[in-house]
Structure formats: structure tokens, C-alpha cells
């Protein structure tokens, strides 16, 4: 009979991006948090938050907010962006209008509510929160600030 392999030694496996922002997305540092000017004018919010690994490269987390209904419609996350690349990307989420840097208890208040006004309306965060979620602290780690939601206290498609 054949002895069985024992597997040792070996080079540990890299974990995916997914995997990697499961893991360690809320431990990374938190460098910066931007949205569009004109959020509260047109009820878009595009959030857009930097942190930063350890070795400098830089993990960029989207969100695209309908703070008048329909909460997060969009999300997604690139991973190892250069520093110089990340200017490109809020300017080409921003469509060109100026991007703020805001604090970000503010942009992470807008995130989860948005959501949960929406959730209350019937509607569902983009599928992809399942991932960027981990780029925010957990929702009862958020202090509360009054935001108002929907238009005129209403909701408006």
C-alpha cells in the first residue's frame, strides 16, 4: 500500500480579492472619504472611500447612494489601485463635478441610511454590499447623525 502524502511546507495560498476584503477590509486604515458636491441638490450621493494597506497600495471602495428612494444602487471596490490612478476614478465616478472630502461618520451614516430608508420602501442595497459592506465599520458601530432621507420628507423617484 502507497504511503499518503503528508502535506507541509508550501508556500501559504493568496487569498482572492474577495476573500481579502471579507478579511481584512475593516482593518484597513481609513485614509480619506469623498462625495460629489452637488449630493444633497440632486439626491446622488457618490461616496467614494480610500484606505490603505501596508505596503502603501491603496483599496478603494464605491458607493453610489439615491438618498431620494432607492438607497445604494451601486457598489463596487478595486484593490491595489496606485495612488496616482485614484484621482482618475473619484473624478470619472464624480462625472466631473467637484468631489468633497467629508468625514467619515458622514459617509458612512449616508451609506447604511440610504439603505435602510430604502429597505423600509421595499428596495434592496446593490448585490454586490455583500463584498464592499467590509470596507465600512458594522452598522452598530456608526454614530448616528440626522440625515434626512427621501424628498421633502417624502420618497421621490
Same mark, same amino acid.
Given at each position: 500500500?502507497?504511503?499518503?502524502?503528508?502535506?507541509?511546507?508550501? #508556500?501559504?495560498? #493568496?487569498?482572492?480579492?474577495? &476573500?481579502?476584503?471579507?478579511?481584512?477590509?475593516? &482593518? +484597513? &486604515?481609513?485614509?480619506?472619504? /469623498? *462625495?460629489?458636491?452637488?449630493?444633497?441638490?440632486? $439626491?446622488?450621493?457618490?461616496?467614494?472611500?480610500?484606505?490603505?494597506?501596508?505596503?502603501?497600495?491603496? =483599496? =478603494? $471602495?464605491?458607493?453610489?447612494?439615491?438618498? /431620494?428612494?432607492? $438607497?445604494?444602487?451601486?457598489?463596487?471596490?478595486?484593490?491595489?489601485?496606485?495612488? @496616482?490612478?485614484?484621482?482618475?476614478? *473619484? &473624478?470619472? !465616478?464624480?462625472?466631473? =463635478?467637484?468631489?468633497?472630502? !467629508?468625514?467619515? @461618520?458622514?459617509?458612512?451614516? *449616508?451609506? /447604511?441610511?440610504?439603505?435602510?430608508?430604502?429597505?423600509?420602501?421595499?428596495?434592496?442595497?446593490?448585490?454586490?454590499?455583500? !463584498?464592499?459592506? /467590509?470596507?465600512?465599520?458594522?452598522? @452598530?458601530? =456608526?454614530?448616528?447623525?440626522? !440625515?434626512?432621507?427621501?424628498?421633502? $420628507?417624502?420618497?421621490? +423617484?
Amino acid at each position: 500500500m502507497a504511503k499518503s502524502k503528508k502535506k507541509s511546507g508550501g #508556500t501559504p495560498q #493568496t487569498l482572492g480579492p474577495d &476573500s481579502y476584503i471579507r478579511q481584512f477590509g475593516r &482593518s +484597513l &486604515s481609513l485614509e480619506a472619504c /469623498y *462625495i460629489n458636491a452637488d449630493w444633497d441638490q440632486h $439626491g446622488m450621493a457618490n461616496i467614494v472611500l480610500v484606505r490603505s494597506k501596508k505596503s502603501g497600495k491603496k =483599496v =478603494v $471602495g464605491v458607493y453610489l447612494v439615491d438618498v /431620494y428612494c432607492l $438607497g445604494l444602487k451601486n457598489t463596487f471596490y478595486r484593490i491595489d489601485l496606485p495612488e @496616482d490612478e485614484i484621482e482618475n476614478l *473619484i &473624478s470619472g !465616478i464624480t462625472g466631473g =463635478v467637484k468631489h468633497l472630502t !467629508i468625514e467619515p @461618520d458622514m459617509a458612512f451614516n *449616508i451609506i /447604511y441610511g440610504g439603505i435602510e430608508y430604502a429597505e423600509d420602501l421595499g428596495f434592496s442595497p446593490h448585490k454586490d454590499f455583500k !463584498i464592499s459592506e /467590509y470596507l465600512l465599520p458594522d452598522v @452598530d458601530d =456608526v454614530p448616528y447623525m440626522d !440625515i434626512e432621507f427621501g424628498r421633502n $420628507g417624502r420618497p421621490f +423617484l
